[in-house]
C-alpha cells in the first residue's frame, strides 16, 4: 500500500485499516468513539494513514515486525490478538506466526513468548470456528 499525496491521512488510515485489521480494527475504533474519538483519529491517521503506508516495506513484513514488537512488550495482548487476526488477513500463515512468537522468547523472554502463544492460539481458534461457519453456511 503507497502513500497517494492526493489522499487526506484519515482517508489513506481508514483503507489501511479496513484491509490490514479488517472487523478488529473497526471495533477498536468504535469503542474509543465514546471516550476518546480523537485518539481514534489519530490512530487512524498516524499508524494507518502516514506509517502502514510507507514504501519500503509491505504490510507481511510491517505485521511481523508489529507480532514481534507487542509480544515483546508482554503487556499488550488485545492489541496482539488484532495484530495475530491482521497478520492472517494480509497471508501470514499460523505458522509464521507462531515462529515469530517464539523468536521473541530469545529477545524478551519466556514469559512475554507464552503470552504471545497462547493469544495465536486464542486467535486460531477464533478463526477456525468462524471459518467453518462460513463454510456451513456456504454448503
Known amino acids: 500500500m503507497t502513500q497517494n499525496n492526493h489522499d487526506s491521512r484519515f482517508e489513506r488510515g481508514k483503507r489501511a485499516l479496513a484491509e490490514i485489521d479488517g472487523e478488529g480494527g473497526e471495533k477498536v475504533i468504535a469503542a474509543l468513539a465514546d471516550i476518546a474519538p480523537d485518539f481514534a483519529r489519530y490512530i487512524i ?37 488484532v495484530h495475530i487476526e491482521a497478520g492472517l488477513n494480509v497471508g501470514l500463515t499460523r505458522d509464521e506466526i507462531t515462529e515469530v512468537i517464539m523468536q521473541m522468547a530469545v529477545y524478551a523472554g519466556f514469559p512475554a513468548a507464552l503470552n504471545g502463544l497462547f493469544a495465536a492460539k486464542e486467535v486460531f481458534a477464533h478463526r477456525s470456528e468462524a471459518e467453518a461457519l462460513g463454510q456451513e453456511r456456504a454448503a
Do not use: H, M, S, V
Not at 498516524?46 to 509480544?71: H, K, M, N, Q, S
Open 45 to 81: 491517521e498516524f499508524p494507518f494513514g502516514d506509517i502502514y503506508c510507507r514504501e519500503g516495506l509491505g504490510l507481511r513484513e510491517r505485521e511481523i515486525a508489529t507480532i514481534a514488537a507487542l509480544t515483546a512488550l508482554g503487556n499488550a495482548i488485545p492489541q496482539l490478538k
